[in-house]
């Protein structure tokens, strides 16, 4: 059985950096990529980026310019997200997901989903 | 900033039938891109519903569908339950924004 497992809640101040891990489980790792989706309160989804965990590539939203870092750590079956200089609009759930994926090809969704971990920024 | 256009909300009696459309352009559904559901219900992380436009993932109960025609797409849920009630997101791909993975605004689904 698939399981994302994330990190718990931080609070930041603005300016500030966040790290959010996600622990895999019940799958090889490195067969399936990692997606980021956040959620502002109340508000809706919002893809980041991803990581093809098997070579480490990752393209992130054009939104996030160089604010955004994913890598993994293969040995552990987990992927980071750093978020940097962190304003109060970053105040979100945010969620790992794993890239659907059957028989290799991706359908360019997400299965399964971690339980989120929110952030909030504030002073 | 969506891409993908959905009701904000939507209501129906215990039984019956809803629609949830979600509403494309040319760069995303029109662009021939998959479209999937997710349900989110309160406090809980979204849940893939449908995927590839009309294929449910296994454990989803017949009850939910999906179809895809031109720019847009559409859930449907027979049989009303309680338990339905909740936020549902459609999501596509879209080649000509800044983030290619895109959500719809999402609609809040009420059962009476």
């Known amino acids: 059985q698939v399981h994302l497992v994330q990190s718990g809640a931080e609070v930041k101040r603005p300016g500030a950096s966040v790290r959010v891990s996600c622990k895999a489980s019940g799958y090889t790792f490195t067969n399936f990529p990692i997606h980021w989706v956040r959620q502002a309160p109340g508000q809706g989804l919002e893809w980041m980026g991803w990581i093809n965990v098997g070579d480490g590539n990752t393209k992130s939203s054009q939104i996030f310019q160089d604010r955004l870092t994913i890598t993994t750590d293969t040995s552990a079956a987990t992927v980071y997200m750093e978020l940097t200089s962190l304003r109060s609009e970053d105040t979100s759930i945010y969620y790992c997901?794993?890239?659907?994926?059957?028989?290799?090809?991706?359908?360019?969704?997400?299965?399964?989903w971690g339980q989120g971990a929110l952030v909030i920024v504030s002073s | 900033q969506s891409v993908l256009t959905q009701p904000p909300s939507l209501s129906g009696a215990p039984g019956q039938r809803v629609t949830i459309s979600c509403t494309g352009s040319s760069s995303n559904i029109g662009a021939g891109y998959d479209v999937h559901w997710f349900q989110q219900l309160p406090g809980t992380a979204p849940k893939l519903l449908i995927y590839g436009s009309r294929r449910r993932p296994s454990g989803v109960p017949d009850r939910f569908s999906g179809s895809k025609s031109d720019t847009s797409a559409s859930l449907a849920i027979t049989g009303l339950q309680a338990d339905d009630e909740g936020d549902y997101y459609c999501q596509s791909y879209d080649n000509s924004v800044s983030a290619p993975y895109v959500f719809g605004t999402g609609t809040k689904l009420t059962v009476l």
């Open positions: 997901a794993r890239d659907l994926r059957v028989g290799g090809y991706s359908y360019g969704t997400f299965d399964s």
